[in-house]
């Protein structure tokens, strides 16, 4: 009696009820009859004792007497009973069987005499214990429901909340229910709104949560299309109105139940009308100073899961929140924390915009959690820290060392009890996963609690994914007793989190992937932690359905793990599970298994086994249906692995071209999507012309909807695609043509360093030159790379960005001419910047497409030319240098115009050493580049040592015979260099190819045209045959007209200079046999305003000494090639030939011409000894004038052929004309020199030559 008239006068157990006086329940409790225990029972509960509170004797004697009397008991008692005992906070699984028995009969005998009042007592208490519906005996399921049913039409508001709510708390599916039940639920809700009060309305909304309900719109009207599973559109408006009109009387409780209830409800803040949001915004703001740890959890997590965005918040709020969040989370248990961070993440208040002093408590909570925090709850918790989008780099560093300490220490607690799992015997093991089962099942059922673990999907896999995933694992369990699943709510506090996780192989797999989320390099974690991390899948992934083994590929790859450092055995168990769930893999888990093999570095012909590739080969073509995110990652993916389009199954090339078209008829596609299809089709290089015209109409349709949505970098991923594709956009309709240049020049001023490095690669690959982009395109594209070169010194352009700045502005054949002279130095001190960290691949990229634009060894500035000369020196000491890079850096500096007399002495004994390296294992092309960069470097055969001569020209005999490969090269990989291809064919192909033995050929001519020595002649002769023969095994028809030009100058040499022996040319080719087109010789083709000044005035000046002197302009002598600037002849005879000489003829500052000069001259002079042969230099002209110049070289033409009018066949008319010619130099060169002026070079080549008026005194 003291009990119930404590209870009915309010009083509560900490304030006024001594401890002594409770200690008495166990002396009188058998002495108690039934009311008096049912009454005892009640009034504990509601003064608030808690049962953990009371001592072991008091619980034991407590529950004796109800077991003693539950028999006994009226209706009311067993409801009062049941009631006091959820308000003590008692755990139905903690309860001893016995007495769970007599409670359940009890409640059997009385259930159909009780009251609309007294059952709803009865089913809130059940739930409230943690009674699971499917758990109850099926009699006693029976007659609750039948009475639920029949009562369920009179109950009144606090009945109808109890009920509700007792039921949703005990896990009753409404698909179970009768339409009887849910349309007295939804009359009675219509019946009661305008009279319910707010805690009643949070219960409702909070059960009605529970039990599967869905909330109508209040838009929709129509109340006949609503399911079971709806409340009608009049219940659920009435519902929303109550709440509005109730919501200034909302307690925190009630704020965050009826908040929960609505999220369980499929609720969309978003669709909710404006007053309920305003009335949750006004309790919110009211509340949320008030609320307890479990209660702001609750709030924060329902608010993100609803789809409220943080920026809906007012400021104030805003504000109201994050210090409540300061303030409770020092004292909220591990699953509170977990709570407030999903829901951070989801309300997108991530982790860099929270303020630094909420940052540091969450920090100190998280790391409080972890310092005893068992392998789920670690897992839950750094998901739950990533979705918050946290960064490893951006958390503290003793944040960091927490959660890897965490990390090992749970897995190894887990294995500890994994062996004493074992240890023991079968029976606890099998009832265990019986547990487990049950659990999977209930968890299933209960669709809107939050998720676990194996709900939080990758990119790639929507959430209608986990239909299929766990249909394998949701046996029910029969009879048995499990916790129940309940929300973190105040009336039952959650304490654990194994409401997120239903077995251990999801934990592993949560936990890689979250660890990925957070941005974890595999290379950072320390030792056991990766131990932890590679054991947990060996352990666990066995048993893993399909969507938990795609995300841990999906976490590997995130955190940047590389295949080939995988050990052995994981990588197995990982191969060996692709095998096993690829026949369950849907659309989107396939296409995130193909993009996260590809982001590991997976080659799909060598590190996959047939096994797997015919696994995944089915899973692509029995997809009936491919969305365009599923299409696209699936193009990528296999692409990224080397997997080749013409390789491809024809069912999986059928499936993705399907793909592709129905995409595009359903008009599903986005700008994203059709950039990362192009793309990927590209990497598998996908023939443009071979597809069918279906698939190529749809692409070309696709890029024409989403052009004006690109980013910069889908832009250059549609080009670069293409371009891989060999797809020319000159080829293309003009209309996409055009709008991809419009959008072109929209996007050039907003891209950066990376954007404009890959441009220019695209552009050239597509087939364009610079001139074919538009004006503004031009501009902007210069604009931007100056902007780039001249960024500041800490955060200038990567290296491998430069190299494909400079690679494509050659391929779109930017000259040096065109760069202006502050674009031309910022390249330069950019160039001395990064110079040092090219790698050799990197290096002779960047060379050899200076070469192509023309740039000259002196158009590099000193600082620079030596950083590169010591950069080649240094990495010509690497063991790892590859051949091919060594022939691109020496075939580019001979192009720049560098010399071999200008070499180091160290870098000659390199340059030396990589001879004799090409020599004996290089290939054909790689041997070719070799010597002709040696030729362009002005390399005389003499130079070289004589070992060196003897390893060439064994080489070169080596490379031209039918059997060129050089022994031991199958440790010689192919080189390949990212983005940039070779600049010669594949470092495998030791076949000789045209353009190599005509680059040969040239590259000697250079080197030997002046050879005198016999000896050296005689050791010369054998490699002659050589080149011979391999031109007649390979056919003319294969040369273009470049090569035959470099093959009519050698062959020109060995005939005029060299003088072969004439038997051993027999069954050879002959010079005559060449015809080469002089627009396409080696040599300047192209008249330069300096040579037509001084032709011109010299066809002038001899028109008015001689009528029968003819001046001929690009004359050749040799078929063709190597054409001289005039040619002045006197009827068919060449009387004399004249070279006007630009900056680009001669060494660097000096006045030496190049050899390449040499070797015409000398030509020319053996070909016709008897004509003169002279030179007239830019900086004569220049200085002196044309007109001048014109004047004195046509004197000395009309000396000279007065002269050889006059000499016999048989006198030497040539010692003459060197004297002559050499008094025309004089003359030019006293004249030069009284002038007391020297210019220096410009610039540029052909732009040198300036008129300047005539010295008429």
């Known amino acids: ?624 249906h491919l969305g365009e995110h599923s299409l696209s990652s699936l193009l990528y993916g296999l692409g990224k692995m080397s997997r080749k389009w013409k390789d491809l199954h024809v069912d999986v090339r059928q499936t993705l071209k399907a793909a592709i078209v129905v995409c595009h008829i359903d008009g599903r596609i986005t700008a994203e999507g059709i950039a990362n299809s192009i793309y990927g089709l590209g990497l598998m290089s996908a023939d443009w012309t071979t597809l069918s015209s279906s698939v190529k109409l749809a692409l070309i349709n696709d890029i024409m909807k989403t052009i004006n949505d690109t980013t910069p970098t889908q832009l250059v991923n549609i080009l670069l695609g293409l371009g891989k594709m060999g797809a020319s956009l000159k080829s293309l309709p003009v209309k996409i043509t055009d709008k991809l240049q419009y959008r072109l020049t929209e996007l050039i001023p907003h891209m950066n360093e990376q954007h404009i490095s890959n441009l220019c690669l695209a552009l050239s690959s597509v087939g364009l030159s610079w001139f074919d982009l538009p004006q503004r395109s031009r501009d902007y594209l210069l604009n931007q790379i100056k902007a780039i070169t001249r960024l500041n010194t800490d955060e200038y352009l990567h290296s491998l960005g430069l190299t494909m700045i400079i690679v494509g502005m050659s391929r779109l054949g930017l000259k040096w001419a065109y760069f202006s002279t502050d674009l031309a130095d910022s390249i330069n001190s950019l160039l001395e910047r990064s110079v040092q960290e090219l790698s050799t691949q990197q290096l002779a990229s960047v060379l050899s497409s200076l070469g192509k634009m023309t740039w000259r060894w002196d158009n590099l500035s000193n600082s620079l030319r030596d950083k590169i000369l010591t950069r080649i020196t240094r990495l010509s000491n690497s063991k790892k240098i590859v051949l091919q890079d060594v022939s691109i850096i020496m075939n580019s500096l001979g192009s720049l115009g560098l010399t071999w007399d200008t070499l180091s002495g160290p870098l000659k004994v390199s340059v030396l050493h990589w001879i004799k390296n090409i020599s004996r294992l290089g290939n054909a092309s790689e041997l070719a580049g070799l010597v002709y960069g040696l030729g362009l470097m002005d390399c005389s055969w003499d130079k070289l040592v004589e070992d060196t001569r003897k390893c060439l020209l064994d080489g070169i005999i080596r490379v031209t015979s039918t059997n060129n490969s050089p022994s031991g090269t199958d440790s010689i990989k192919p080189w390949t260099f990212k983005y940039i291809p070779s600049e010669f064919s594949s470092r495998g192909n030791f076949q000789l190819q045209p353009q190599s033995l005509a680059n040969l050929m040239y590259g000697l001519s250079l080197m030997i045209f002046d050879v005198s020595d016999d000896h050296l002649i005689d050791e010369l002769n054998r490699i002659h045959i050589s080149l011979l023969d391999a031109v007649s095994s390979i056919g003319l028809l294969k040369f273009s007209q470049t090569e035959r030009e470099q093959i009519l100058i050698y062959a020109h040499l060995l005939q005029t200079v060299i003088t072969l022996p004439q038997p051993l040319l027999q069954g050879h080719h002959t010079p005559n046999e060449f015809t080469v087109h002089s627009s396409t010789s080696l040599m300047s083709t192209s008249s330069s305003r300096l040579q037509e000044s001084v032709v011109n005035a010299l066809t002038n000046a001899l028109s008015c000494r001689s009528d029968d002197l003819e001046v001929l302009s690009e004359y050749s002598a040799f078929n063709g090639c190597l054409p001289v600037d005039a040619s002045i002849f006197r009827g068919n005879k060449p009387v004399a030939f004249l070279e006007v000489d630009g900056p680009q003829h001669f060494k660097g500052d000096s006045l030496s011409l190049r050899r390449k000069d040499l070797m015409k001259e000398t030509l020319y002079r053996k070909k016709h000894p008897d004509a003169a042969f002279t030179r007239v230099r830019f900086d004569q002209v220049n200085k002196l004038g044309s007109r001048y110049v014109g004047d004195e070289v046509a004197n000395f033409i009309t000396i000279i052929s007065a002269h050889t009018q006059n000499i016999s066949e048989n006198d030497n008319g040539g010692f003459v004309n060197r004297y002559i010619e050499r008094e025309l130099q004089y003359t030019l060169e006293g004249k030069y020199l009284q002038d007391s002026f020297r210019l220096s070079h410009s610039k540029t080549s052909d732009f040198v030559y300036a008129d300047v008026e005539e010295d008429n005194s």
């Open 1 to 624: 009696m003291s009990l119930l008239g404590f209870a009915r006068i309010g009083v509560k157990f900490s304030t006024k009820i001594p401890h002594l006086f409770l200690d008495s329940i166990s002396r009188v409790s058998k002495d108690l009859d039934n009311q008096q225990v049912a009454n005892c029972v009640w009034s504990l509960g509601k003064i608030g004792v808690i049962w953990q509170s009371l001592s072991i004797k008091s619980q034991k004697s407590l529950g004796e007497a109800i077991v003693r009397t539950s028999n006994k008991m009226a209706p009311q008692g067993v409801a009062n009973t049941i009631q006091g005992l959820s308000n003590m906070g008692v755990s139905w699984v903690s309860l001893p069987n016995y007495l769970k028995i007599n409670i359940l009969d009890s409640i059997k005998l009385t259930v159909n005499l009780m009251k609309e009042q007294e059952l709803s007592n009865c089913i809130s208490g059940l739930g409230r214990l943690g009674v699971d519906w499917e758990s109850l005996p099926n009699d006693l399921r029976d007659l609750l429901y039948k009475h639920i049913v029949r009562s369920s039409h009179d109950l009144n508001c606090k009945g109808l909340a109890m009920t509700i709510h007792g039921l949703g708390k005990m896990n009753v599916n409404i698909h179970s229910l009768s339409k009887i039940f849910y349309d007295n639920i939804d009359q009675s809700i219509i019946n009661l709104s305008d009279i319910i009060n707010s805690q009643e309305i949070s219960n409702i909304i909070y059960g009605l949560g529970r039990l599967g309900f869905t909330i109508t719109s209040p838009t929709n009207k129509d109340d006949s299309s609503h399911s079971q599973l709806s409340l009608s559109s009049q219940a659920s408006t009435l519902l929303l109105q109550a709440l509005c009109r109730e919501s200034w009387q909302l307690t925190s409780q009630g704020v965050a139940n009826s908040l929960w209830g609505f999220m369980l409800m499929n609720g969309n803040w978003k669709s909710m009308p404006s007053k309920v949001q305003s009335s949750y915004i006004s309790s919110l703001s009211r509340e949320c100073k008030h609320m307890q740890e479990q209660e702001l959890g609750n709030t924060i997590y329902a608010l993100g899961k609803l789809g409220m965005n943080w920026n809906d918040l007012p400021v104030s709020v805003q504000v109201d929140v994050l210090e409540s969040i300061e303030d409770r989370i020092p004292f909220m248990a591990s699953v509170g924390v977990v709570m407030l961070l999903l829901g951070l993440g989801r309300l997108k208040l991530f982790w860099n915009e929270l303020p630094d002093a909420v940052i540091n408590m969450i920090s100190e909570a998280i790391s409080r959690v972890l310092q005893t925090a068992n392998h789920q709850t670690t897992s839950i918790l750094i998901h739950a820290l990533a979705s918050c989008e946290a960064k490893w780099d951006y958390l503290t560093p003793q944040l960091q060392i927490t959660i890897e300490e965490a990390i090992a220490r749970s897995h190894w607690d887990l294995q500890q009890s994994e062996k004493k799992l074992k240890i023991s015997t079968t029976g606890p093991i099998v009832k265990t996963d019986k547990l487990i089962s049950s659990a999977k099942s209930k968890t299933n059922k209960s669709t809107n609690l939050p998720k676990p673990i194996a709900a939080v999907k990758i990119p790639s896999i929507t959430a209608n994914t986990t239909a299929s995933t766990h249909k394998k694992s949701t046996k029910k369990s029969k009879g048995s007793i499990s916790s129940p699943t309940s929300p973190f709510v105040k009336t039952r506090p959650l304490n654990q989190l194994d409401q997120f996780l239903q077995s251990d192989s999801v934990s592993s797999y949560h936990l890689i992937f979250s660890l990925g989320q957070l941005g974890v390099k595999w290379d950072n974690l320390g030792y056991s932690t990766k131990e932890m991390l590679l054991s947990c899948i060996l352990t666990s992934i066995s048993s893993m359905n399909e969507h938990a083994v795609v995300n841990i590929f999906y976490g590997l790859s995130n955190m940047n793990m590389k295949w080939v450092d995988i050990r052995n055995d994981v990588r197995q168990v990982l191969l060996t599970s692709i095998v096993r769930i690829s026949n369950d893999l849907i659309e989107q888990g396939l296409s995130s298994l193909v993009l996260s093999l590809a982001k590991l570095d997976v080659c799909y012909q060598t590190d996959l086994p047939d096994e797997v590739k015919l696994s995944i080969r089915k899973a692509i073509s029995k997809q009936s």
